[in-house]
């Protein structure tokens, strides 16, 4: 060991030494003695790592409480961070989706705080069933005769299928066969149903005698799958639900459904593309349709099947229900959700998620420039901040070739170089509330259409 080294050891200091200074006295009340101790030890560590690599001290050694602070502030931070979302994805997967409405929000609360009526029927102080108050509210609003509730989509697609076609064949057109995220694919799920999938028709083109021709003593039910994160466009040939369920009736097999994401309300007279109902669905008598509650619908991770009371009564006393069914929290947060459907005149106020994806780009053009000044004058030295149109799109694989027109904060640096781009955006994460854009065609953008708390990021980004 040379003499540098030598000395360069000895400067670490003793942990008993750390302690006794004031600075570590709140640290160890806000983090715990032990904790404390533990990561003083382990920088230690590092410090003789850096040592014995470099002949140098870390830089942080100049500092011990405040590097530890630092350290267990980030330690501390929950997993599931608040960020500000400016990609341009509405409904974006990796950041929790739809944005729940504050009544959904209280009832969630309300349920964690509280006792509540899960499964408790008032009229007779008997068990009642968790569904029961939702499948009312939906059949309300549906048509349906009966509901039920899992967890996600992925959940109803697969409980439809394992408690009505198990062993028996599920035909369904070639062109439906979807994949979504995370590798979820239709042929797997039946599967893992215990069905056979039997396909029909090609990928862009399927007849109502593709569908007749595959019905055998063993076909259990005719399954329509929309595929709402593509597009087929072009030669192609499909039939409706009610020309499959005419067709169902006519051979005695059951069709059902499956949504995806589904929206409870015609988009249409808030000027967004047209998606198909449940509603229109259950009115053209289709057995079984499952949607997603946190796609286009508005509220929390939920999988819903509306339809046909014996079919749903089918569901409800399968075993795989009890593993799929949803918590307190979610049916809490579901039926606030839906409940907001009840008064349609409201709905894009109220609903987070319809508030967004109906403001204008006028609206948003007008709120960029606002913006644009501050931001200009903090970041300016760097890069040329500017206003530019933009596409946002819905995300979770919803109306997947739809784009509205939005505006964004593009910044493009001085001299053309991407890495500094990828650093800006690297400490915009690092914020204590997140700021998250996308990079493309050389600028950094921050599309505005889901910023609705001002302040709070210009807070974060003139820090």
Not at 5 to 16: E, F, G, K, N
Not at 44 to 70: F, H, K, M, Y
Not at 318 to 335: F, Q, S, V
Not at 353 to 368: D, G, K
Request: aromatic fraction near 4%.
């Amino acid at each position: 060991m040379t003499t540098e080294t030598r000395s360069l050891y000895s400067q670490l200091p003793a942990i008993d030494r750390l302690l006794r200074d004031s600075s570590f006295l709140s640290l160890r009340d806000t983090y715990g003695h032990t904790r404390v101790v533990e990561l003083l030890r382990q920088m230690l560590d590092e410090a003789r790592e850096v040592i014995r690599g470099s002949q140098t001290l870390p830089a942080w050694c100049e500092n011990w409480a405040q590097e530890v602070d630092a350290r267990l502030t980030k330690e501390a931070q929950s997993a599931l961070r608040p960020v500000i979302n400016l990609t341009g994805t509405v409904l974006h997967t990796n950041l929790g989706r739809a944005l729940q409405a504050e009544a959904a929000v209280e009832a969630v609360a309300q349920a964690m705080r509280s006792p509540v009526t899960l499964e408790y029927d008032l009229d007779d102080a008997g068990r009642g069933h968790r569904d029961r108050a939702l499948a009312q509210l939906l059949c309300r609003i549906t048509g349906a005769e009966d509901a039920c509730i899992v967890n996600n989509n992925a959940a109803a697609v697969l409980l439809m299928l394992a408690a009505t076609a198990s062993g028996k064949e599920v035909v369904v057109s070639r062109g439906e066969l979807v994949e979504i995220g995370g590798a979820f694919r239709i042929p797997d799920v039946m599967r893992q149903a215990g069905c056979t999938l039997h396909e029909v028709g090609t990928t862009n083109r399927t007849h109502a005698n593709d569908y007749r021709q595959a019905v055998n003593e063993n076909t259990a039910l005719l399954m329509k799958v929309h595929t709402s994160n593509y597009s087929i466009q072009g030669f192609t040939k499909a039939i409706d639900e009610a020309e499959l369920v005419a067709l169902g009736k006519e051979l005695d097999v059951p069709v059902v459904t499956d949504l995806g994401s589904g929206s409870l309300v015609d988009l249409s007279q808030y000027g967004l593309p047209k998606e198909p109902m449940p509603q229109e669905l259950i009115a053209a008598d289709v057995s079984l349709v499952s949607f997603s509650g946190d796609k286009l619908l508005g509220g929390p991770q939920a999988g819903i099947i509306v339809g046909k009371k014996e079919m749903i009564a089918r569901l409800q006393s399968h075993p795989l229900k009890r593993a799929l069914r949803a918590d307190k929290m979610t049916l809490a947060a579901l039926e606030a959700t839906l409940r907001l459907y009840l008064h349609p005149e409201a709905l894009s106020e109220k609903l987070p998620t319809l508030r967004l994806l109906t403001r204008s780009a006028e609206v948003i053009q007008i709120q960029a420039q606002r913006l644009q000044a501050p931001l200009a004058a903090h970041y300016g030295a760097e890069f040329a901040v500017q206003v530019m149109p933009c596409l946002s799109q819905i995300g979770s694989g919803s109306l997947p070739v739809d784009r509205l027109p939005s505006a964004a904060l593009t910044f493009t640096p001085h001299d053309g170089r991407g890495s500094h781009l990828e650093s800006l955006a690297a400490r915009w994460r690092e914020l204590p509330v997140p700021v998250i854009g996308r990079i493309y065609d050389g600028r950094l953008w921050l599309d505005l259409r889901c910023l609705e708390d001002e302040q709070r990021f210009l807070e974060m980004l003139l820090k």
